[in-house]
């Protein structure tokens, strides 16, 4: 009975939010954004689960419905608070701070006070909402009936792994003390230039309250129009945390909002980049993380590497990645493909979902659907990177920057690195010399006219790219493109000739180099 | 639907006209007979015996490009009746123009574009990151040393490489000490003596990064 008194107002809040989705879903341009502010509103009022996907809704755009979710919606009033906060405390708020402030930023589990200690240093008082805990709980008991049918069941996506995950992520970030624990495994092992991540205080912190030093700095909507110097070194930041956090650290902030980033400028006037809230982290282990960076290394050197055993070793399942096993080099080319060139890599041609859907079609969700439930985290963390660095507006060559922050110890550690699924009898065969470009060339009696380049995925798009007369000539020839297409997704992007046309004194000669 | 485009041109003597656009113009005959056409891959022109005295009155206007504008318009001068109407002139900091009326009311404007040599005007690197002063103006002096028509691609592969070297120690600035080692590694051993020679000239040491010792 009382189970099914907290199930109740969350029924009807989600009833709420279904509602408001498909208005939303059904809104033409004109009442789109009112649809949206509207479906902010029942989300940001129901706090919990459905705050936290609004949130994720927000991404990192300046000018959409969801933002209010990130930077603040209507906190509780100190009136309220102030009693909890002492009852964790154990005294009266006047032994322990000289000043203390109602919230003005709210968040979705809990909300920031502004404090002033009485030895004058100034603190973030995060608490967590009164009864939070028991509302997630319900929330997440809706989430175990979520249906297992259609798409679910035709690619065997493990929705117990994912409601696991859910459940571990969201819970975990009610407790405070186990999120000022990771905030402090981070401030002891992540040294990355420009990174501040702020000064917690176990002794005034509990499961319900987390004090931390009070950190000003500007959004990063503002950040996004500093100077290039400062938009670069933030992108380093964020880029080498990345890369330090994942492959060094083993555990990733897996909460890339905006919400959760401040940024400032110090007095060597270089830009100094906060990271906040570390409730909603993922943990890799050290065999996970080596056969990462192996996979990426060999594919940035062009030496030969077993790609399937690799993802083996990170906890994809085997019987679900064979249905795309032999497109794994295409997709690690598609994956790793800021690693790969030999330049500050505009993060605007990474258009990984089109390319990855391009590739596999349909079959894509076998790979989503063998990957672990963990890596949707590490993917969000991408994912946040790639969004960031896009309003930045700045390019960055991330293999150096990888290297710099690996070492060559890892970095040989990696490269000796044996999966164990390689060991075994069944490995696949070794894939290397992958094709970087594709390649045309069109000449006339003999003297070339038009020589381009592009990366050697675009050979998918192949049409768009050939000149109309050319493909004239490509059907008048014979030759399907469709055909090639499907041999290069079965087979992988090797190194090839594609077609060699003559006509008259014309030439068209394409291949994969 | 897709159509064909083609201009028509009226004229006395269609097969004449089709002569002198392929003599002298470049053109080729896609249709020898009636209606004559010609092209030259960009356009294609149709040649209809003129049908009445108001049609004179429409004239084919072209603009060309050319290599070498003032040795084109002597030739056509000299060779193909040409009458120059507006002497070569420079209509932007990139491009000379001149006018000329031909033969078969052909209005013709030959256009040279100029390279950054004739202009004399160092193009900027293709840059990502920051770059210090010297280390810009060496690349873009050095850079005058390569054939024009590969300066382009030079250009891009040493910024490229200059950066890489730059964020190898994490860093987001390219001093001079990238730039050469970058124009090191992506110029071919045997120039290497040309390269340090050109280092030198403009007062820069270049280390230790070249292959000159019996090249």
Known sequence: ?????????????????????????????????????????VMGDAKGLAMKIGQVMAGNAEDNAFLPLVQSVQPVSLKVMQPILEGHLGMVLTDVFQQFEESKAAASLGQVHHGVLLDGRVVAVKMRYPGIVQAV????ALTSRLPAGGPVKRWKINTANYK????????????????????????????VPGLHIPEVFPALSCEAVLVQSWEDGSRFSEACAWSKMH???????????LFQSLFVHGEVHADPHPGNYLFRLDNSNHAETILLDYGCTVRLEKHTRLALLKL?????????????????????????????????PSVCQLLFQPFLVDKAFPINEWQLSSAIKDLLEERRWWFRSAGPAELLLLLRAFHGLKEQLENLAIALP????????VGDELLQEARLFQCKSALSEAAPVLIANLAHKLCIRLSENGVQRIAIEFPAAAVFDLETLMPESVMEWISDAGINLDTIKQGLKKEGLSPQPLFNLTVENQQCLVWLE | MNFVISVIHYVEDPAAAADYLCNALGFQKKVKLSPRVVENGAISIRLELVPSLAAYKNELNLAMQTQNLAQAVTELATFFKA????????????????????????????????????????????????????AEACIKETLRQVPVSFRELARQRVTERAEMLAAEQALLTVNLEFAVQALADVTPNFQHAQLVAALLGQGVEPGGYFHTVDA
Request: proline letters at 3%; charged letters at 25%.
């Open chain 1, 1 to 41: 009975m009382a189970r099914l008194v907290h199930l109740l107002p969350k029924i009807w809040q989600w009833w709420r939010i279904g509602l408001a989705f498909r208005r939303v879903k059904q809104a033409d341009a004109s009442e789109r954004e009112f649809a949206e502010q509207a479906l902010a509103k």
């Open chain 1, 137 to 140: 709980e319900s929330e997440l």
């Open chain 1, 296 to 328: 990426i290394d060999a594919y940035r050197n062009q030496q030969a590497c077993d790609a399937f055993s690799c993802f083996i070793e990170m906890g994809f399942e085997a019987d679900k990645l064979g249905h795309i096993q032999t497109e794994l």
């Open chain 1, 164 to 191: 696991a995950v859910l459940h571990q992520q969201l819970l975990g970030e009610t407790d405070y003390l186990a999120e000022l624990q990771t905030q402090q495994r981070f401030k002891q092992h992540l040294k």
């Open chain 2, 83 to 134: 009458e120059l109407s507006s002497p070569a002139c420079a209509v932007s900091i990139d491009r000379k123009e001149a006018q000329l009326i031909c033969p078969h009311h052909i209005r013709l404007t030959l256009v040279e574009e100029l390279n950054e040599d004739q202009i004399g005007i160092l193009p900027d690197l293709p840059t990502s990151l920051i770059w210090d002063t010297r």
């Open chain 1, 231 to 241: 938009r670069l070194e933030i992108g380093r930041t964020l880029l080498m945390t």
């Open chain 1, 398 to 405: 991330w293999w150096p920057l990888l290297q710099h922050v």
